[in-house]
């Protein structure tokens, strides 16, 4: 039993129905002496209040496994139903072993009545019937409130990762690097500096259709990688390495566009990256559809300013497509980041 209580309104909840409840249920079974007779007074209401808060704990239980059991919110009309059914229920029993028990006892002032007994059980029905759509109306609003806030966050962190893909598609600092780049190879190779345009050209038309849908085949990602690597490439050298190890069959599942270049971006921005110190980056997939990118570790000495912006990125995507977010690993050696494949 992991909590007794069903909802953080539940002792306000007993303190407004229970006694009401309790004054005229023993009312409708004993009558007017349950008012006259301090004896009756008192003994039937401890007798009542002890069974009627061990059934509200009882109920509790009952409602919250009802919940496990219809977790889907446009279940709402059917978990309401078989609550009401079932609290009910075990209400009457509960009302019929307090009729019995006053008779046993030969409670002062009690005569039976099977009359007075059925009105206690529809009485009884009625305060179950007015507690479940109470508790109900709680669960929706409460539902409601939720879903509020998170369409907020999501819709915060869609406008973030639009705006971090527009700058990503503008990056000067990139462009400018890039652009400097061709211009010596301009001077030193023209047939080379030919292919890189090329390569430049490709990089740019993919960030450009980007947002165009919320996934790619990972296929399609590993193209990009290859020509944006093949721009890294010719500014590092034999500096940087990227291997790649993709298991049969994993080509056709997706994930976020760009995240692989961010992931990469990230990876030469923060190490250090020489032909004494290379840098290798390794991409492969596991047998849990995970997209695993990893590098080890040569942190910069100089201080890199970073916004988090790249990693940020990646995880709103992953929130805002409903998916498992990434992985993050850093022993200090090596800096991993599993992805999901969707």
Do not use: C
């Not at 004054?23 to 209401?45: C, E, K, Q, R, V």
């Not at 980007?210 to 500096?239: C, I, M, Q």
């Not at 940087?240 to 030469?268: W, Y």
């Not at 921005?269 to 290798?280: A, D, F, G």
Request: net charge negative; glycine share 4%; hydrophobic share 45%.
């Amino acid at each position: 039993m992991s909590s007794l209580n069903y909802s953080r309104y539940d002792w306000l909840m007993q303190l407004i129905v229970l006694p009401a409840y309790i004054g005229l249920l023993n009312w409708i079974m004993i009558g007017d002496p349950y008012w006259h007779s301090w004896t009756t007074f008192g003994l039937a209401t401890s007798i009542a209040f002890v069974e009627s808060f061990g059934n509200w704990l009882i109920n509790n239980q009952i409602a919250l496994y009802i919940n496990r059991q219809f977790t889907n919110p446009k279940q709402y009309i059917q978990r309401l139903i078989i609550r009401f059914v079932s609290t009910g229920t075990s209400s009457s029993l509960l009302a019929m072993l307090l009729y019995g028990l006053f008779w046993a006892i030969e409670l002062p002032g009690f005569e039976p009545s099977i009359v007075r007994l059925g009105f206690a059980i529809l009485y009884t029905l009625v305060i179950v019937a007015i507690v479940v759509i109470t508790y109900e109306g709680i669960d929706a609003f409460t539902y409601w409130q939720r879903s509020t806030r998170e369409v907020e966050t999501l819709s915060k962190a869609q406008l973030q990762a639009q705006l971090d893909a527009l700058r990503q598609q503008v990056n000067p600092h990139f462009l400018f690097n890039s652009l400097n780049s061709l211009s010596v190879l301009i001077e030193e190779d023209s047939k080379q500096a030919g292919a890189y345009a090329e390569e430049l050209s490709s990089v740019y038309r993919y960030l450009l259709r980007a947002n165009e849908t919320p996934l790619v085949t990972l296929a399609t990602e590993l193209d990009f990688v290859d020509s944006y690597y093949h721009l890294l490439k010719t500014r590092h050298g034999e500096a940087l390495t990227l291997v790649t190890h993709i298991l049969p069959g994993m080509e056709d599942r997706k994930l976020p566009p760009l995240t692989l270049q961010l992931l990469i971006e990230n990876a030469v921005k923060h190490n250090v990256v020489l032909p004494e110190q290379p840098l290798t980056i390794n991409l492969l997939t596991d047998e849990a559809n995970h997209l695993i990118v990893r590098n080890n570790v040569q942190r910069k000495v100089t201080r890199v300013l970073s916004t988090g912006v790249g990693l940020s990125n990646i995880l709103s995507k992953y929130q805002m497509l409903g998916q498992p977010a990434p992985i993050i690993e850093d022993d200090g050696r090596e800096f991993s980041v599993l992805l999901p494949l969707v």
